[in-house]
């Protein structure tokens, strides 16, 4: 069964610095994401990538970040100077096309801020 | 634009059937539904387009009422795998994304 990869799975980072987080998608899959989870609570819409660029961001999704897919195989999710309030479980998720079936999430990067 | 899961949790024998309930302020375009355990992703379970339909996953299925904006899924015949959260995520016309409801969870005991 195909999965969507992500690394590493926990990253601790002092407040400040700047965390890269990284997916690999599903191959054939034409839409990908960024949820965070913080823990006990919902899952947050961050952004959507179609097409080689954003396609939705939430108001979350504020300067400090960015995505990129720098290789048509990586998704990444860039946090240029985490806060306290940046620590959950960051989830990349990926779907072949609209409608015809769910997201593959991935096993998600624990991200802690210290 | 999030939508609202009722129950917010349940405590099932196994064999109880549940439903859980997920409504929206907006017209929807497509309902998911997924699961998640503890410590791991969300897992989709099934996706239904408007259109009203139902639609089966081992004894999960789950319902899709338009009109109403709704949607509610059905567990019958527990068994102890079936706990977890249960999230439904919604979207619209236009969105290339979901949003996802507060979550339901699920536990199954003996």
């Known amino acids: 069964e195909p999965e969507v990869t992500q690394t590493p799975s926990h990253q601790v980072t002092q407040m400040g610095q700047e965390v890269i987080l990284r997916c690999v998608p599903i191959s054939n899959h034409l839409y990908f994401y960024w949820y965070r989870q913080i823990l006990g609570q919902k899952v947050e819409f961050l952004v959507s990538f179609y097409n080689n660029e954003i396609s939705e961001k939430s108001e979350i999704f504020d300067d400090q970040f960015s995505v990129e897919r720098p290789d048509g195989s990586n998704f990444t999710l860039k946090i240029r100077s985490t806060k306290l309030e940046d620590s959950a479980m960051y989830f990349c998720?990926?779907?072949?096309?609209?409608?015809?079936?769910?997201?593959?999430f991935g096993s998600g990067t624990r991200l802690t801020v210290v | 634009q999030q939508p609202v899961q009722s129950p917010q949790a349940v405590i099932l024998r196994e064999g109880e059937d549940a439903v859980i309930n997920c409504s929206s302020s907006?017209?929807?375009?497509?309902v998911h539904w997924y699961r998640q355990k503890h410590g791991e992703a969300p897992v989709f379970l099934m996706i239904?387009?408007?259109?009203?339909e139902q639609k089966g996953h081992e004894k999960i299925s789950a319902s899709f009422n338009e009109k109403k904006q709704q949607s509610s899924l059905y567990l019958t015949a527990s068994q102890l795998s079936y706990s977890g959260t249960y999230f439904c995520g919604t979207d619209w016309a236009g969105a290339n994304n979901l949003f996802f409801g507060t979550g339901t969870r699920l536990t199954v005991i003996p």
């Open positions: 907006k017209a929807l375009y497509s």
């Open positions: 239904l387009l408007k259109g009203g």
């Open positions: 998720a990926s779907m072949r096309e609209q409608g015809a079936g769910g997201y593959t």
